[in-house]
């Protein structure tokens, strides 16, 4: 019976490891990796990384070589570590921190143990390197800006971190990897493919030579070469005049949806995020809570559009068959409505308005009551606000437009549902939402979606999606850019509205702002500024905004600007606008007295306001600056 014990195990072992070794090579298996082999060494060698062209074949980003030394902590021997730290420069305590990151990481794996030796620090340790064994220098290629300008478009690359390298078997550890601007949107283009040579190890480890006589090894292959639509120079044109300033300049060719201009202010030097002290340099920028200069106010800033919102509840409004060019109104220095006669304040004068007058003079009333028709069109005011909605949304608003660059906000169009939800046990209407029609209420939007929407009225109806590419070597940039979108709205509404933004600065609220030669269509709008201080809603100076489009006929410039706490729209925003559409057109600048008032003031004092802990005014009771007066003020505090 033992021995038929003993048998039948035997065969019930015998049969459990058949089985499983069955398993795992006819079910489980797994390829060969040679990757996964420890007893071949990888040494990686990294292609050059695609540059970057601006639309006129300026050089904006090329390539430095960088050192990085590298470890391999199963293979590290006894060795001086305080000759090593010097050569180095570095303490104990951090060749300790390293080098324990680094065997976490693999102790058999090469991991970067410490990025971006300067080229005499390299000229230096490579002579001694023999004597550290486990450690080797791996050359590759870091950035280097040309420019000083457009870091949010350009962004920058930094290591690779595990939810990176996990995502993408590309990457390993210490591998650069875009993080920003197009330096990520582009990442594949621009990165290349890394070659890689294979070294087999004996049994102690030791390097033999090349794995199948280097068979297997393949080179690097560069990156491609990319051009971007930015103009190098109306770029750092824009970002000069809103120096000293909080916001953002959306500068689009209405014709093909190329963005010519995208700045984002303050802005930074793209180097000093690049090198040894890029960490430091980051967390400065980052910890700056006043500025917050790594934001993109041009794609991140949502806000009430204010008065360029009104050409849209025109157009609307004349789709709808709510309003003509000839409905008139009367404004009493303001539009009454609602059970309470509740009154919303105007500031065009007052008088009769027409489609024309009402838009360039920014009159609330004609559009409250061009709006409120529109609503009371019908029976409904949830169906209502959907058509609305509808039509708004076809101009690119309350959604992400679609562009090459991987950040944004959708802004916010409300809808019928919007208003069923926030009044659930209340009959609405278009007097409760009335707002809408001067580009408060509950719209808000992005710059760049002011821009798009800029561009589609310069279109008469049409605009492509905006992007930051124009050619990729060897690639045909995606149809999405080069497909026409078009509004709801039938061409024949836009040109009386484009006539009246044209009047806006024939006669209107902008017609201070006039261009020799050039017929500019644009449109002033400020917007509510709130912020919490201590807890408490307060508000602050309003935004200054302004869009527009030029020439009127065969437009080649659609621009939206935002000045936060400039108050009016032409008062910053529109000075902006009409500098940046000259420089633009004509290559230089004859309304120098634009640019000088531009130039001479600060917003400084006015984003201190609020971490002051001093009582301060807004809007016209504000305080405005010049840059003397502000940079003497500092110097009485020192």
């Known amino acids: 019976m033992r021995k038929l014990l003993l048998f039948l195990i035997v065969i019930t072992v015998g049969i459990t490891f058949i089985a499983r070794l069955f398993y795992l090579q006819v079910f489980s298996s797994k390829a060969y990796n040679i990757y996964d082999d420890n007893a071949i060494r990888k040494v990686f060698h990294y292609p050059k990384r695609g540059y970057v062209y601006d639309r006129n074949g300026e050089l904006l980003v090329a390539n430095q070589p960088s050192y990085d030394v590298m470890v391999i902590p199963n293979e590290v021997m006894p060795l001086d570590t305080l000759e090593f730290c010097s050569l180095l420069k570095i303490e104990k305590e951090k060749f300790l921190k390293y080098y324990n990151r680094a065997e976490h990481y693999s102790p058999w794996l090469p991991s970067v143990f410490l990025a971006h030796l300067s080229k005499e620090d390299y000229a230096v340790l490579s002579e001694k390197m ?128 190329e963005i010519l201009s995208l700045v984002s202010a303050p802005s930074y030097n793209p180097n000093l995020l690049v090198g040894r002290e890029r960490s430091k340099n980051y967390n400065k920028l980052h910890n700056d809570s006043i500025h917050l200069p790594l934001i993109d106010k041009g794609l991140l800033r949502m806000h009430a559009p204010g008065s360029p919102f009104k050409s849209l509840i025109a157009l609307t409004a004349l789709q709808e068959g709510a309003i003509d060019v000839n409905t008139t109104i009367t404004c009493n220095h303001g539009y009454t409505y609602g059970r309470n006669n509740r009154k919303m304040g105007c500031h065009c004068g007052g008088g009769k308005r027409k489609l024309n007058n009402g838009i360039s003079q920014s009159c609330n009333a004609y559009f409250a009551n061009a709006f409120r028709k529109t609503i009371d069109k019908y029976d409904d005011a949830g169906k209502a606000m959907d058509v609305w909605s509808n039509h708004i949304k076809s101009f690119g608003l309350g959604n992400y437009l679609g562009y090459d660059l991987t950040i944004g906000k959708k802004g916010n169009i409300p809808d019928g549902a919007y208003y069923d939800k926030w009044y659930p046990d209340f009959r609405w209407g278009s007097t409760t939402i009335i707002s809408n029609a001067i580009g408060q209420g509950e719209v808000l939007v992005t710059p760049i979606q002011l821009a798009n929407m800029s561009a589609a009225i310069a279109n008469r109806g049409k605009y492509y999606t905006p992007h930051i590419i124009k050619s990729i070597e060897g690639i045909e940039i995606d149809s999405n850019y080069t497909t026409p979108k078009y509004t709801t709205i039938d061409k024949k509404h836009f040109e009386p509205v484009i006539q009246g933004l044209y009047d806006v600065y024939n006669e209107g609220t902008a017609s201070f702002l006039q261009v020799p030669g050039i017929e500019i269509c644009g449109k002033t709008g400020t917007a509510e500024n709130f912020t919490k201080i201590d807890g408490v809603r307060t508000q602050l100076t309003d935004h200054s905004i302004f869009i527009a489009f030029a020439p009127k006929d065969n437009p080649k410039i659609a621009i939206a600007v935002l000045v936060e706490n400039g108050y009016y729209g032409a008062r910053f925003a529109g000075r902006i606008a009409s500098l940046m559409i000259e420089k633009h057109i004509k290559g230089n600048i004859t309304r120098t007295d634009l640019e000088k008032w531009i130039l001479d003031r600060t917003l400084e004092n006015q984003y201190e306001n609020p971490f002051s802990g001093k009582p301060f005014n807004i809007n016209a009771k504000s305080e405005f600056l010049t840059v003397e007066e502000y940079n003497k003020r500092l110097e009485n505090k020192q």
């Not at 990457?171 to 920003?180: A, E, P, T, V």
């Open 130 to 257: 023999r004597k550290y064994e486990g450690f080797y220098i791996q050359k590759r290629s870091l950035r280097d800006y040309q420019t000083t300008i457009g870091a949010n478009v350009l962004g920058y690359i930094a290591e690779a971190n595990q939810r990176e390298i996990d995502k993408d078997p590309f990457y390993r550890m210490g591998d650069l990897i875009g993080k920003q601007g197009i330096e990520i949107s582009y990442e594949k283009e621009l990165r290349g493919i890394k070659g890689v040579k294979f070294i087999q190890k004996d049994r102690f480890n030791r390097d033999i030579g090349p794995y199948k006589e280097g068979k297997l090894d393949t080179i690097p292959i560069p990156g491609k070469d990319i051009t971007v639509t930015i103009d190098a120079e109306l770029q750092a044109y824009g970002e000069l005049l809103m120096k000293n300033k909080i916001g953002g300049i959306v500068a689009i060719e209405p014709s093909t949806g």
